[in-house]
């Protein structure tokens, strides 16, 4: 779903990211830790050309997509259908005054989903809704009426609900309490197993790592510094900075992996 070879991001060329190799494939989960600055936004960023400002060299290919030759037309066809990108806080990018139906069945035909029939759209609006575990009575409630946790869950069942292959969540429980974000990870975790989706996931949070993720790309300083396995990684660190980051978790009382 996801094939990157040697790319390379920069800014007023500044190189803020190098990614030699990086691939997801349906059903897998993989994740880049690194600290803030380190490049994973805007490696995340660039696999669906939303860095504009930057100069990019490389191969990234999304669903079939050569993302960095695309013409505008074919990128549209993976931006917000086949490929999902969620981000920490949901909310700010809803529209405060329209219910969150009324939101999902706008994408729905914005996206030619459902037939255009309503039918078809409530049918598919109240599947996407049930695999998120949401009551689908959210579908009446403004954004501001729903939690964080909602509103990400809401976020993945639009995913859903627009035929996601693919989903790109950056920081998607950091801005949740902790049982929220189990939930959230609950539901990640089973879109993956049962849908097949490819995620990737950017996150300082090794222990959300620690349960999600089939492989872990460590970035410091826009480099790739170690990847493989998360099992390995995070259990045999090879890379100073790696042990750093896990040292950094497991000084906090009362925290394991
Ligand atoms: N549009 C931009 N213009 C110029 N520099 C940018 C732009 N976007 C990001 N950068 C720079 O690129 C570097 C990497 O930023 P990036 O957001 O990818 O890091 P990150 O690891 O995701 O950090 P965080 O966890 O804080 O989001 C930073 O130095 C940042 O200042």
């Known amino acids: 779903m996801i094939e990157v070879r040697d790319l ?43 860095t504009p400002d930057a100069e990019i060299s490389g191969q990234v290919r999304v669903c079939g ?16 259908a086949r490929v999902a990108l969620v981000m920490q806080s949901p909310q700010a990018a809803l529209s405060p005054a329209t219910r969150l139906g009324v939101l999902m069945r706008r994408a729905l035909k914005l996206h030619g989903v459902g037939n255009g029939s309503a039918k078809g759209s409530a049918e598919i609006m109240a599947e996407a809704v049930a695999a998120v575990m949401l009551d689908p009575e959210i579908l009446t409630r403004y954004p501001h009426e729903v939690s964080g946790g909602q509103a990400q869950r809401f976020a993945l069942a639009l995913a859903i609900a627009l035929g996601a292959e693919v989903i790109l969540a950056d920081e998607p429980t950091s801005a949740l309490d902790v049982t929220v974000q189990a939930e959230v990870v609950g539901v990640l975790r089973r879109l993956r197993a049962e849908r097949g989706l490819a995620l990737l996931l950017v996150s300082h949070d090794l222990a959300l790592v620690s349960t999600i993720a089939d492989r872990v790309l460590v970035m410091k300083d826009g480099a790739v510094v170690e990847s493989g396995p998360a099992a ?13 980051l896990l040292e950094a978790v497991l000084s906090v009382p009362g925290a394991s992996l």
């Open 65 to 80: 997509v050569e993302v960095l030759t695309a013409s505008p037309r074919r990128l549209r066809e993976i931006r917000g």
């Open 232 to 244: 390995r990684v995070l259990a045999e660190p090879r890379h100073p900075y790696t042990r750093e």
């Open 8 to 50: 390379r991001v920069r800014y007023g060329g500044r190189l803020v990211a190098d990614v030699p190799e990086l691939d997801v494939g349906a059903g897998e989960c993989v994740a880049i830790v690194g600290e803030s600055g380190s490049g994973k936004s805007t490696t995340l960023l660039s696999l669906l050309g939303l």
